[in-house]
């Protein structure tokens, strides 16, 4: 029999290993590397933000966070629209990743102001009160080198001019990670905002345990940036009654995606009318 012979045993290996390798890893290269995965707004990082993504991956943050959303229900549901090859074509490497201690990365651009991540990176507890993040203070403290960033460049091959190097100097790491943070998943459109269900009437306006409740989603979704009390910080003041019902209630369900503030829909309708009723009627009672 053939498997007594090794030396045609190990030929036959050989040939299998090589024959899974060129359909599992060559060929899907061959596919995906083409002009029609392009993708025209997906443009290449600036060199603040290709600065940032150099520390990011000195710092690991790739062993915590994946950057690539899966096509299944629960991660498009989480994060938004499934990743896209097209998406990652100035990734060198990619930090696709498949451990996920902390939230996926992928769709973070735009999802919060500057001053949020500034701060979430300065003292990761002071806005999300569970992270197990550690604090990275010290960026703030650390100049980037615009003469070692133009040699990284070259060598990635990213066409930047002596200008956009020069525009680095004073720069710190902490402005060049926030930077690279904000350009994660721009380059695809962002999806529409959903769809508010329901006539938009107050179930339970100035309902005590609806406030109760509401106090507790705020000190878990809103109180970091807009103050422990409502009295702002990175968001603005929220005085009570300064908003109607309804328009509040869109507000939250949908986001501001013009000064960064995050859908949370994901709450439920029942949630965001908690919120509501807390923020505009708390000191009522």
């Not at 994060?79 to 769709?107: C, I, M, N, Q």
């Not at 203070?137 to 020069?166: H, N, Q």
């Not at 309902?207 to 989603?217: E, F, K, P, R």
Request: proline share 7%; aromatic share 10%.
């Amino acid at each position: 029999m053939w498997e007594k012979n090794p030396v045609l045993f190990l030929l036959l290996a050989t040939a299998a290993i090589l024959v899974g390798t060129i359909v599992t890893m060559v060929l899907p290269f061959a596919w995906v590397n083409t002009e029609a995965d392009r993708i025209a707004t997906v443009t290449p990082y600036t060199p603040l933000q290709q600065a940032g993504r150099d520390v990011y991956i000195r710092e690991g943050c790739n062993n915590c966070h994946t950057q690539t959303v899966r096509p299944l229900v629960a991660d498009v549901l989480r994060y938004g629209e499934y990743s896209k090859s097209g998406e990652f074509v100035y990734d060198r490497p990619h930090l696709w990743g498949s451990r996920r201690t902390g939230p996926d990365l992928a769709r973070l651009g735009g999802k919060y102001p500057d001053a949020w991540h500034t701060q979430h990176m300065t003292a990761p507890t002071s806005m999300i009160p569970k992270s197990n993040m550690p604090a990275y203070a010290f960026l703030k403290d650390t100049l980037l080198d615009p003469a070692y960033i133009e040699k990284s460049m070259r060598v990635l091959g990213f066409p930047y001019t002596p200008a956009e190097i020069a525009a680095l100097s004073g720069k710190t790491e902490m402005d060049a990670i926030v930077a690279y943070m904000q350009k994660l998943g721009t380059g695809i459109p962002k999806a529409a905002a959903a769809a508010v269900v329901g006539d938009l009437k107050n179930p339970f306006p100035k309902d005590s345990a609806a406030m109760q409740a509401g106090a507790v989603l705020y000190a878990q979704n809103c109180a970091a940036c807009h103050g422990e009390h409502g009295d702002g910080g990175i968001g603005p003041e929220l005085e009570p009654g300064s908003y109607q019902d309804a328009s509040l209630f869109g507000l939250i369900y949908n986001g501001i995606s013009d000064n960064g503030m995050p859908a949370f829909s994901a709450l439920g309708s029942t949630k965001v009318w908690q919120l509501v009723n807390f923020v505009n009627y708390r000191k009522e009672h």
